[in-house]
């Protein structure tokens, strides 16, 4: 069975951080793409970061110098670092699978509430 397990969010001032953590289990972890993806209050969902199976990353610009993703293959878990944390990256937050060659194998995570209020 397919699990993606989102964890480490929260409510946190402007300026501040948060590290999510996503625990994948149920396929093969080190031959799928990873993504974090958000989506705010009557908003679409938007890609946040992504990191492929060779490490190599891909931020939404604005992520940029603000936030960092990372796998580790070894505990099949994907993280995004959030620093400098502003009012507008207030949203759920989704971890995503995405096989890298057959991309019809596509999971989900359940979301974890990111909320940053003064």
């Known amino acids: 069975q397919v699990q993606l397990v989102e964890s480490g969010g929260g409510s946190v001032q402007p300026g501040g951080s948060l590290r999510l953590s996503c625990a994948a289990s149920?396929?093969?972890?080190?031959?799928?793409?990873m993504s974090w993806y958000r989506q705010a209050p009557g908003k679409e969902r938007e890609l946040v970061a992504t990191i492929n199976t060779g490490g190599y990353t891909n931020y939404a610009d604005s992520a940029k110098g603000r936030f960092t993703i990372s796998r580790d293959n070894a505990k099949n878990t994907v993280y995004l670092q959030m620093n400098s944390l502003k009012l507008e990256d207030t949203a759920v937050y989704y971890c995503?699978?995405?096989?890298?060659?057959?991309?019809?194998?596509?999971?989900w995570g359940q979301g974890t509430q990111v909320t940053v209020s003064s």
């Open positions: 149920g396929f093969t972890f080190g031959i799928y793409v």
């Open positions: 995503n699978s995405v096989h890298n060659v057959f991309a019809t194998f596509n999971y």
